[in-house]
C-alpha cells in the first residue's frame, strides 16, 4: 500500500470515529440539538394535566405527542416500564420508587390545585366552609349526615338538609388523591396517624360512599349522586360549573377559609417555590399564610433520564423545553390560565428544571 492511500484510509477511519462519537454523545441534555426524523413522545397519566397535554398535543408541531388521561399511578408505572415516553403525574415518585428506579427524573412542570365540591340540592349556590378535620371526619364515616353539628359550626346561618353524605373518592390510583389526603394528613392527626397519604390509601370503609375514575369518573358520580362530596382537579372547572357543584371555601393553616384563585394558589407556591431541592420532589399543601389556598401541588413529567436512542432523547429535550417556556411555549398563558394552571417562575425553570432536563441521554 503507498503512503497516499494510506493516509487516505487514516482519515476516513478517523472519520467514522468522529461520526461514531457524533452519535453516541447526540441527546446529551443539549438545547441546541435536534432529533433527526420525527419522533411520537407517548403520554399517559394524570387526569389533572389530561386537558392541557390535548392543548399541548395540538400546538407542539416539531412531533406528535399522544395522550391518554390513564391515572397518576399509571403514569409512574409506565414511565418505569418504559411502555411511554413520558409519565404526567400530581405526585412525585415515593422515595421507595426512587430507590428502586434510580434511571427516573421528576422533572417539575406547572402548579396546579384543586377543588372540594358539593351536590347538596338547595346549596350548590352557597360557599360551603369546610377544614381538613372535618373532611377527614366525613371521608372516615363519623360524620355521615349533612346536618352534623361539626358542619353547621363551620356555615353558622346556613340550613343543611338531614340527609346522609355521600364522599366519592378515585378508584384508580391518582394523584389528585395524593393532593386531597396529603391536605387531610396535614390538617388531621387522626388522618395522618391511620390512614396517610398517596396516590393510593386504604380508604376506611364508608357504607355510601362512591368511587370514580378520572377525574371526569368524580364528576359522573357526583352529578348521578345527590348529597355527594368529592375532590376535582381545577382543571375540570368548566366541567364543574357545568353540572352545577357548589365550590367549597377550605380552611388554610392559618385559619382562613380561603377559595382558589390565582392569587390564593400563588400565595401558598411562592412559600415553598425557593425551596424546591435539586431532583425536583417537593410536596406544598397546606401552606402557610393568611391568603394561601391550602391545596396547591407541582405537576411532574417522570421521564427516564437515559432514553432508547439519541432521536428519542433529542425530540423529548425539546419538548419538555417547549412546555415549562412561558413566553412562547406550552406554559404561556393562553394554554395554560383557561385550565387555573400556573407557570413555574423562570428561576424555578433555571435552577431546577433546567438542569434535570440536560440529564436525559439516549
Known amino acids: ?11 476516513v477511519v478517523v472519520l467514522v470515529i468522529a461520526g461514531v462519537g457524533a452519535y453516541v454523545v447526540y441527546g446529551h441534555g443539549s438545547s441546541n440539538q435536534s432529533p433527526s426524523s420525527k419522533v411520537t413522545l407517548t403520554e399517559t397519566g394524570s387526569t389533572l394535566l389530561y386537558p392541557v397535554f390535548n392543548i399541548w398535543a395540538g400546538n407542539y408541531s416539531a412531533n406528535k405527542i399522544t395522550t391518554a388521561g390513564t391515572g397518576s399511578g399509571a403514569g409512574i408505572s409506565g414511565a418505569i416500564a418504559g411502555t411511554v415516553v413520558i409519565g404526567a403525574s400530581d405526585a412525585f415518585m415515593t422515595n421507595t420508587q426512587v430507590q428502586q428506579n434510580p434511571g427516573m427524573l421528576n422533572i417539575p412542570i406547572l402548579i396546579s390545585s384543586q377543588y372540594v365540591a358539593y351536590n347538596i340540592p338547595g346549596l350548590n349556590s352557597n360557599t360551603l366552609h369546610f377544614n381538613g378535620t372535618v373532611l377527614a371526619g366525613i371521608y372516615n364515616g363519623s360524620i355521615n349526615n349533612w346536618n ?7 356555615n353558622p346561618g346556613v340550613t343543611f338538609p338531614s340527609h346522609v353524605i355521600v364522599p366519592v373518592h378515585r378508584s384508580d390510583g391518582s394523584g389528585d388523591t395524593n393532593m386531597f389526603t396529603e391536605f387531610l394528613s396535614k390538617s388531621d392527626s387522626w388522618w395522618n396517624n391511620n390512614v396517610g397519604f398517596g396516590t393510593n390509601v386504604n380508604w376506611p370503609s364508608v357504607p355510601a360512599a362512591v368511587t370514580g375514575q378520572g377525574n371526569s369518573g368524580i364528576i359522573s358520580q357526583m352529578t348521578s349522586t345527590p348529597y355527594s362530596i368529592g375532590y376535582i382537579a381545577t382543571t375540570y372547572e368548566a366541567q364543574v360549573h357545568s353540572a352545577g357543584f357548589g365550590i ?22 411562592n412559600h415553598y417555590l425557593s425551596q424546591i431541592p435539586a431532583d425536583g420532589r417537593l410536596a406544598i399543601q397546606f401552606a402557610p399564610g393568611n391568603n394561601s389556598y391550602p391545596i396547591v401541588d407541582l405537576e411532574y413529567l417522570i421521564v427516564k433520564q437515559v432514553q432508547p436512542n439519541a432521536n428519542t432523547a433529542a425530540a423529548l429535550v425539546a419538548f419538555l423545553e417547549w412546555a415549562v417556556n412561558s413566553t412562547s411555549g406550552g406554559s404561556q398563558s393562553k394554554f395554560i390560565s383557561p385550565l387555573n394552571l400556573a407557570p413555574l417562575p423562570q428561576a424555578v425553570v433555571s435552577q431546577i428544571v433546567t438542569p434535570l432536563i440536560n440529564k436525559i441521554s439516549g
Open 1 to 11: 500500500m503507498n503512503k497516499t492511500a494510506s493516509i487516505v484510509i487514516g482519515l
Open 148 to 154: 352534623n353539628a361539626q358542619i353547621a359550626a363551620l
Open 248 to 269: 367549597a371555601a377550605l380552611q388554610n393553616q392559618a385559619g382562613q377559609f380561603v377559595t382558589m384563585s390565582q392569587s390564593t394558589v400563588m400565595a401558598a407556591a
